[in-house]
């Protein structure tokens, strides 16, 4: 069987449509779904139904990570059984642990460590499957691809390590220059494949978000340039992401006997929990998601109060998360308005126009539990988990562990996730423990003298653009 042969008949089912949260695009296949990244009237794509698999749940105890994908992913796509076995079994087959995202018991919580993939972060689990899904769906009909991405740090290397080298992908990531950490630079800058194109920007993320969406949201440019994103409002992202919530969820219940868990997620652009809350709609029986936030805590005051104000980005130690205006969360405003598009283009406006929107009908959801840690808590915490248990927390990941510890108790275990490998914050793990010798990584390592390549460019759309019209037109 020839590797392209399944993709040839991709398309070929009836399946899962995609709605548009502002309610003036299409119903779209799951194809164009991930080509495209945002729906045409630049709202995000959300399933038209929320498959129920509540009854499924005891006989998927004993699948492995991938069986487990299979089952939820099938649900959502369309992609014939065999070609989407096969894209799972390669996308994970780069992480260094065979459980793919393994639970470890750690004093009286679990910690879900999601950093096994090839760049040592949570985002790998999405954006390894995306990469060769993207490639699967081109290959069909030889087109190119130019992927745009904004990060603030982990996105950009998961999506150059998801692509690098495929030769009909050129991506272009836009970086806040001199706001990421040295270290996630290096692992991005550092992979010289001709069809990876790093872009320093001399702004804040907020401002690489904005030209991202600005160029995407031009439709002549966006068909001209065959542009594409890969950020975290791709749905297939968020669909790859909902797995580890179920197999996170199913091991600690079946070591525990619990029948129910809570989840304590560090969140930035609202991606991560949100497949968190799609897997409570799916029936995984979560009693808890406790949205964990740095200082920059617009997400946890809304929860805490319904007002949505946009602050100023402030940096910390867990710069993974130094995000205001969260991309994701217009995906939940559809839910919790109601599934009435209108009601989310009203809200979106009224933020846009005033920077701040209420919610009219703000009751507390008790699924929900919100609140941030500051830098001297989260180094806190980490010296905490470090001298009572011997285990590193990154700064990410102890965020979440220290918003969870002082909010929410309950009987149902606590699954906290960890975001990244410690080793790639070294600086955060030295001044929470005062030595600089714990955080390490062998793989970071080898980085400190790679040779590396990128662009410095100022926060303007059309510098932007200009330079992609250069690279991708012959
Ligand atoms: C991206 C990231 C987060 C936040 O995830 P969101 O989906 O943006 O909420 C948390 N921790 C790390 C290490 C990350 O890279």
């Given at each position: 069987m020839s590797p392209s042969s399944p993709a040839a008949r991709v398309v070929q089912k009836k399946n899962m449509k995609y709605l548009s949260t502002r309610g003036n695009s299409p119903a779209a296949d799951f194809r164009d779904v991930v080509l495209e990244g945002l729906a045409p009237d630049r709202g995000l794509y959300i399933p038209e139904r929320i498959p129920d698999v509540a009854s499924e749940l005891a006989a998927w105890t004993a699948h492995s990570y991938s069986e487990l994908a299979f089952e939820i992913m099938r649900r959502f796509c369309d992609l014939p059984a065999d070609a989407l076995r096969d894209l799972i079994a390669r996308a994970y087959?780069?992480?260094?642990?065979?459980?793919?995202a393994p639970v470890k018991r750690v004093g009286d919580r679990w910690i879900l460590e999601l950093f096994h993939g090839p760049t040592l972060a949570f985002k790998d689990l999405a954006l390894q499957f995306l990469g060769r899904l993207f490639n699967t769906l081109l290959e069909e009909t030889g087109e190119q691809l130019n992927i745009l991405v904004a990060t603030s740090g982990d996105t950009g290397s998961a999506a150059i390590h998801g692509v690098?080298?495929?030769?009909n992908i050129r991506i272009f990531v836009m970086h806040p220059r001199g706001r990421i950490s040295p270290l996630q630079e290096r692992q991005m800058t550092s992979v010289l494949d001709p069809n990876v194109f790093n872009l320093a920007i001399e702004g804040s993320f907020d401002d690489c978000q904005r030209i991202l969406k600005t160029l995407l949201g031009d439709l002549e440019l966006k068909r001209a340039l065959r542009l594409g994103a890969m950020n975290s409002v791709n749905w297939a992202r968020v669909l790859a992401q909902i797995v580890y919530y179920f197999s996170s969820a199913l091991h600690v219940m079946r070591a525990t006997g619990a029948d129910r868990v809570r989840f304590a997620v560090p969140t930035g652009n609202f991606g991560d929990v949100f497949a968190g809350y799609m897997a409570a709609r799916m029936?995984?029986?979560?009693?808890?998601l406790v949205l964990a936030t740095n200082a920059n805590d617009i997400l946890a005051r809304f929860f805490n109060t319904g007002e949505y104000r946009l602050g100023r980005v402030i940096p910390t130690?867990?710069?993974?998360?130094?995000?205001?205006?969260?991309?994701?969360?217009e995906r939940y405003l559809f839910y919790r308005l109601g599934e009435n598009p209108a009601r989310v283009r009203e809200a979106l406006e009224a933020f846009d126009r005033e920077g701040r929107w209420m919610s009219p009908d703000h009751a507390h959801d008790p699924l929900w539990a919100a609140g941030h840690a500051d830098d001297d808590r989260t180094c806190a915490v980490i010296r905490e988990i470090w001298e009572r248990h011997g285990y590193l927390l990154d700064p990410h990941t102890a965020v979440g562990v220290a918003v969870a510890q002082r909010l929410d108790s309950s009987d149902a275990p606590l699954i906290c996730l960890?975001?990244?490998?410690p080793a790639k914050f070294p600086e955060a793990i030295a001044r929470a423990i005062g030595r600089d010798d714990l955080a390490r990584h062998e793989r970071l390592d080898a980085l400190r003298d790679a040779p590396t390549r990128s662009e410095r460019l100022p926060a303007d759309v059309r510098r932007v653009r200009d330079y992609l019209e250069r690279h991708i037109r012959p």
């Open positions: 087959s780069t992480f260094d642990h065979p459980d793919i690098r080298g495929c030769p029936g995984l029986p979560i009693e808890r130690l867990s710069p993974s998360m130094d995000i205001q205006v969260a991309s994701n969360f960890a975001t990244a490998h």
